[in-house]
């Protein structure tokens, strides 16, 4: 049961987030909030929205809006901030656990907020690339088919394209590769612990390499403060693959 209740919080909090910040931008839902309904009453879930565009637009009223305004998704991770808040304030009061829905890709190149969508007590798919998260959320749907049972997860959720949602039109490719790009080479930088002339000599494309490796290297302090989560891969974040801090160390570049 607390299970129950500690998804159907981050399901909650997830979807007024969503509705709070993309509203305000002028974002299509596109059916988001329909197919997040479906979704939940699929896995036998209750829904429940928690309206966050005061929050956020109180995070306006400071000395430094004219600043903020201009921070690129600043209104959009506002509300992943309330969301966390909320949420953490739930899990305080029940006693429930906030499950963070952060995937391996997005760890390894920083895609995510701090005290936001990384807050929570444990990251499920926290080992999981992106491409096989879409991986797995078929065959879901195609044991439940095979079962003669509704498919839980909605297919729009797998096919349209990832979007992080930060802007009209934003989507995860105006900063990141295509994800079935990104994630072969995170499998060799990081399962496989290539360098930078290694990945280059595989047939990864130079500049990608350089500025994959950047955004692996620089995103290490917030991996720091990421929740706990399974380990499935050979060699996860964490316990298996540390980098220093403080010191700014990266991957040598090839000569």
Do not use: C
Request: hydrophobic fraction near 40%; charge should be neutral.
């Amino acid at each position: 049961m607390k299970r129950r209740i500690a998804v159907m919080a981050a399901v909650a909090v997830l979807v007024s987030v969503r509705l709070s910040y993309a509203g305000a931008l002028g974002i299509p839902l596109d059916g988001f909030l329909t197919q997040f309904q479906t979704f939940v009453v699929g896995l036998g879930l209750i829904i429940g929205l928690v309206g966050l565009v005061g929050y956020v637009g109180s995070l306006m009223d400071n000395p430094f809006s004219n600043i903020l305004a201009g921070s690129v998704g600043f209104f959009s991770k506002a509300g992943l901030l309330g969301g966390g808040v909320v949420l953490m304030g739930l899990s305080n009061a029940g006693g429930h656990l906030v499950l963070t829905t952060g995937n391996k890709s997005e760890l390894a190149t920083g895609y995510s907020t701090l005290y936001g969508d990384s807050a929570g007590g444990f990251g499920p798919i926290k080992d999981v690339l992106k491409t096989l998260v879409w991986e797995l959320s078929r065959w879901r749907n195609e044991e439940a088919a095979r079962a003669g049972a509704t498919p839980p997860i909605p297919e729009n959720s797998i096919t349209k394209p990832p979007s992080a949602e930060l802007a009209p039109g934003q989507m995860d490719t105006d900063s990141l590769p295509p994800y079935e790009v990104l994630d072969a080479l995170l499998d060799d930088y990081v399962e496989k612990d290539m360098g930078t002339a290694g990945l280059i000599a595989a047939g990864h494309d130079p500049e990608l390499v350089e500025r994959v490796v950047r955004l692996v290297d620089t995103a290490e302090y917030k991996r720091r403060q990421y929740p706990p989560g399974p380990k499935i891969s050979q060699k996860n974040f964490g316990r298996d693959r540390r980098l220093p801090i403080t010191n700014r160390w990266r991957e040598p570049r090839p000569s």
